[in-house]
């Protein structure tokens, strides 16, 4: 029993060189491959999570989908909140490669044991809500998620790379509602600048805290999980966005924003990260009401799944019972 | 008969052809992010996209047709109840999911018979448009069909939920077949068929199904319709006053 537990530490030490190697070679680590538990566990933790926030993200889009100010902007949003539910679907496979049900990772986020991101507790009011989250929700999440397309675990890297294509798409749309916004009436552009004011710091926010405080970061990037750091990430967004926000004729919404011709990128004002914690943690604006439409869904649609599986098996018992008749 | 009564009449049908689309694309896309599972809130909302999709054809058409005083977004966005054409059956609300997929069957059922019909028609844009939409509505009927089996033939609670969906709605279907003088004229034109001329095929796309679902075809003594005139149920006021909220609010903004 020693004898044994030492060989097998022994192999697991072993095990981990090598994983670690791989890692550092740039092999993608597979499914059927060794892995830390850690590891396994970060990475259910961060795509289930990336998985939950797609399929968050579709209710306060969906809050305007009935709204929607024409048939073409109604026939885009309904392609994007389609391409979000589709986002979930291969997060969530992705996520299943690691070995934790889909269920189990539902339940977690019903109840309140696993996160999504913080940006969609917060209300969307206007028409031009739906344009600043397609340009800067979408858009944060392109940066994040280009980076990721270099995650070490293949089934993520390779979820990524084909829903950054689609994001890319959403980030124009959504740039282009704003523009008509921002160039039309004045309520629009009062709707437009309402927007921004309201969706910049939380799209901020959605690169996770900086780096000084990051909890899980540094033994992210031994493992490639992570590639950029959370706060070269948001540099990168807020240099990107800050131009288009000037071609729109916007304010942004912080005084202490300014080009730093020594550092090559704008300074920025400080994060309310006290703000990020409550809303994380349950208390933003809409946290409440997200979790009951997503929980009620789930519960309302409960006979609906039975009845699914219901039939699935009694096809399979006729389909057996004829296979056996006709022996 | 003149050709400005025929254009009117042309004008008229087309606008029942696309408002019938939007409605119900309208009405499944309430069901965003709200679906039993992850496939079907993909489902319903690729449907709702197909439906919307296929309503802006009609409506631009119908705009062209009128004479360009208005365009596809004016007559979806600035017409009141009175003047919507579609079947009641389709502005009916969601209810529970068996009653979303029931109404979603017995409509599909009826499109895929009208637009096999209009790939036919004599009129080039009309043929086309129908073309493109009969593969949409070939998977749409496939997809409703093998939800109103799995329901029907599901659990206890699942068959009484679609046979209740079932015996709600099926007096709304009588509507889809009557004709009326513009499907008569219409017909004489070659542009469209006599509505009348598919309900056999329909009793029987819909009977199979239901059959194979352990569903009972309800002998409905009661039909209402209506919408082709414009006599709506109280629903559809609803449904418009938020699909058309903003350019309402605000008439001189541009999306
Ligand atoms: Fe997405
Ligand atoms: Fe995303
Ligand atoms: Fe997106």
Redesign the pocket.
Known sequence: MVQSQITGNASEADEAARFQSKVDREIKIEPRDWMPEGYRKTLVRQISQHAHS?IV?MLPEGCWVTRAPSLRRKVQLLA?IQ??GG?GLYLYSAAETLGTSRAEMIDALHEGRAKYSNIFNYPVLSWADIGAI?WL??GA?IINQIALCRCSYGPYARAMER?CR??SF??RQGYEIMMSMAFGTKDQKRMAQSALDRWWWPSLMMFGPSDRESAHSSQSMQWKIKRVSNDDLRQQFIDMTVPQADYLGLKMPDPDLKWNEERGHYDFGAIDWAELKRVVSGDGPCNKERMTARVKAHEDGAWVREAAAAYGEKQRLRKQAAKIAAE | MTVEAQREALFEYLLRLGDNALILGHRLSEWCGKGPVLEEDIALSNIALDLVGQSTLWLEFAATVEGGARDADALAFKRDVLDWRNFLLVEQPNGDFAHTIVRQFLFDCFHVELLQALSKSANQEIAGIASKALKEALYHRRHSGQWVIRLGDGTEESHARAQAALDALWGYTRELFEGDAIDEMMMQAGIAPDPGDFEENWKQAVGAVLAEATLTVPDANWSIGGGKKGIHSEHLGFLLAEMQFLPRAYPDAQW
């Open positions: 797609e993200g994007k391409d979000e986002h397609g929700v979408d999440a829903i689609e994001e959403h980030q």
